[in-house]
């Protein structure tokens, strides 16, 4: 298998503490891989470090590219949603096109095509030429996963995208990602919504203090063991004819 | 925004033949250009060539200078009240030109006073950049930028406060004031190809300021090289500015106040926000320094004295317009 993502012993250190710890992951098309964990477990160090946006030590194919290679291979949604001025959402998302405007920085037609489909998918048509930062923060949200996809890169990395959206849009946007991957693309998406997880990853990698402590099919990973050890969490899970249902219910801790 | 540019464009060239044609010496519009371009052997063409010339193209080199790194500074750091002062370079410049006022310096060769200050503004640069680090991060830009602005701060006041000749400390502090009376060819000699090579720089950041309205993770993933970028910054920024305060003392407002009103006419896009402030610095300044000479022709009124006085209700305008979007 080609990987699209392939982390080797990958470690982040804050001081002299392991934030991530000997991490290894390999990310083949078509797969949708949810990152979940507790607060604090290094999803979010993982994810800049496989881009090399923070130092670390391991191997990471991405991080390893030159920058300018890089943003043609991996698109990567931080969870800071900044947007700074008062600029059109259309521009906005043009801006994933960054990397592949040649020298003058004009769009090409390919480029506007790729912005159409982004905007289409996240279904952002009727806010097109409004200005982005008066949105709310949840539309910002869908604008800057739309900037993500407007990239139309291998491997897409995001970082809690669905957090402050609402029901509906959260489940439109993990189809959205379920979508990429099944036409052969990778994306790896840190989540806290494991019922979300459940349904819409190929496969969830669970990381607790750092290490990747579970890696595989959905049902797998979410065992009522390591939820109470990782999660401190008790909760209910089930194959129905709907898919499978994740509910949590109580707290252990 | 089509319309824009070529509106400031045809700003910056009415206000640069205004600009010719006003002066003490009562001569004619096709007269002062005749003079202008041949060279009749009447004092006018010395008048034209010599004095006017030059302050026109002055007018234009600082206005675009402030205006072009005023837009680019508000882009890196994603806040309108930043300007380009703000990393230390127009302090440590203005420190510069006082000593060599102050020692008499000045006085010696024609060049000296703009020389020293670029040489200090040079040393602010390099003293920032050590504080700072290449990678630093934009906050501890700005720290160091206003610890290196209080210490030239500091040290000016010292030596207006053991200056024993009270001629030198008015000359200073009239200095201060900026302006562009007086200068000759030599003064746009000296800061053209300063300001030129610093416009070039500033012309190349279009993409990564752009990419920088996303936040600095989202930039540097989109293949922006943000050490880079902030070096190109910071030396475009301190040989403009630089440049501009060696001859035309401390002016401030242009690089504050220009970017903010034409933000909205271009979209708030921080690549078209550059060429356009370039320009609507030019323009601002032109018009300041004909302002100078129409309101008091006789009593010297400085130009940065004006600039402040129709930069600041400007500013609290801007303020007051935006004042929903703050909050």
Redesign the interface.
């Known amino acids: 298998m080609t990987a699209l993502l392939a982390l080797q012993d990958l470690s982040v250190h804050r001081g002299s503490r392991p934030v991530v710890d000997h991490v290894s992951l390999r990310v083949g098309p078509g797969e949708c891989v949810g990152l979940i964990g507790p607060n604090g477990a290094g999803k979010t160090s993982l994810l800049?470090a496989a881009?090399g946006?923070l130092a670390h030590q391991g191997q990471s194919n991405i991080a390893d590219l030159p920058?300018?290679a890089?943003?043609?291979q991996?698109?990567?949604?931080?969870q800071?949603r900044?947007?700074?001025?008062?600029?059109?959402v259309e521009?906005?998302i043009a801006?994933?096109r960054?990397?592949w405007?040649p020298r003058g920085?004009r769009l090409r037609p390919e480029d506007r095509a790729a912005v159409d489909r982004a905007i289409r998918r996240m279904k952002l048509e009727s806010f097109r030429h409004r200005?982005a930062n008066h949105l709310s923060g949840g539309e910002q949200a869908r604008v800057?996963i739309a900037?993500a996809l407007a990239?139309e890169t291998p491997l897409l990395m995001a970082d809690e995208p669905i957090a402050g959206l609402d029901p509906a849009a959260q489940i439109t946007t993990m189809e959205v990602f379920g979508r990429i991957a099944a036409e052969g693309k990778a994306v790896v998406v840190s989540l806290h919504d494991l019922g979300l997880a459940a349904r819409h990853c190929t496969r969830l990698v669970m990381l607790d203090r750092g290490r990747a402590v579970a890696d595989g099919a959905p049902g797998a990973v979410l065992t009522p063991e390591r939820l109470e050890e990782v999660f401190a969490l008790r909760a209910f899970y089930s194959r129905s004819a709907d898919g499978p249902i994740f509910q949590p219910l109580e707290s252990l801790r | 925004m089509s319309r824009l540019m070529p509106l400031l464009t045809l700003g910056v060239a009415a206000l640069f033949l205004a600009s010719l044609l006003i002066g003490p010496a009562p001569v004619g519009v096709l007269d002062s250009l005749s003079a202008l371009i041949l060279d009749d052997g009447t004092p006018m063409t010395l008048v034209m060539r010599e004095i006017r010339l030059p302050r026109a193209l002055l007018a234009v080199i600082v206005g675009a200078s402030l205006g072009m790194a005023g837009a680019a500074m508000q882009g890196y750091l994603r806040n309108p009240l930043a300007e380009p002062g703000l990393i230390g370079v127009s302090a440590s410049a203005a420190l510069g030109a006082v000593i060599a006022l102050q020692t008499g310096l000045a006085a010696a060769f024609t060049l000296a006073l703009p020389l020293t200050a670029l040489g200090t503004a040079l040393l602010g640069v390099l003293l920032l950049l050590t504080l700072a680090g290449p990678r630093g991060a934009s906050l501890t830009l700005i720290l160091a930028g206003i610890a290196i602005s209080a210490l030239a701060g500091a040290l000016l006041s010292l030596v207006l406060n053991l200056s024993p000749n009270p001629f030198a400390t008015s000359e200073i502090v009239f200095w201060m004031m900026g302006s562009l009376a007086d200068r000759s060819m030599t003064h746009v000699w000296l800061a053209l190809p300063l300001s030129v090579l610093g416009w070039l720089m500033l012309a190349t950041l279009g993409r990564g300021l752009d990419a920088l309205t996303l936040g600095e993770d989202a930039a540097q993933a989109l293949g922006i090289r943000l050490t880079r970028l902030r070096l190109t910054l910071v030396i475009a920024t301190a040989s403009v500015v630089g440049a501009a305060t060696a001859v035309a003392g401390a002016i401030g407002f242009v690089g504050l106040v220009v970017p903010h009103i034409l933000r909205p006419l271009v979209g708030a896009r921080p690549s078209r926000l550059l060429f356009a402030s370039a320009l609507g610095g030019a323009v601002l300044v032109l018009a300041a320094d004909i302002a100078v000479r129409l309101i008091l022709p006789d009593r010297d009124l400085k130009l940065g004295v004006v600039m402040a006085l129709i930069g600041a209700p400007l500013f609290l305008h801007l303020i007051y317009k935006t004042r929903k979007e703050f909050a």
């Not at chain 1, 991996?74 to 931080?78: D, G, H, N, V």
């Not at chain 1, 900044?82 to 059109?88: M, S």
Request: proline share 9%.
């Open positions: 800049r881009l946006l920058a300018h890089r943003a043609r991996a698109a990567w949604m931080p800071s900044e947007i700074a001025w008062g600029i059109d521009a906005v801006l994933g960054t990397p405007l920085g200005p800057l900037r990239q």
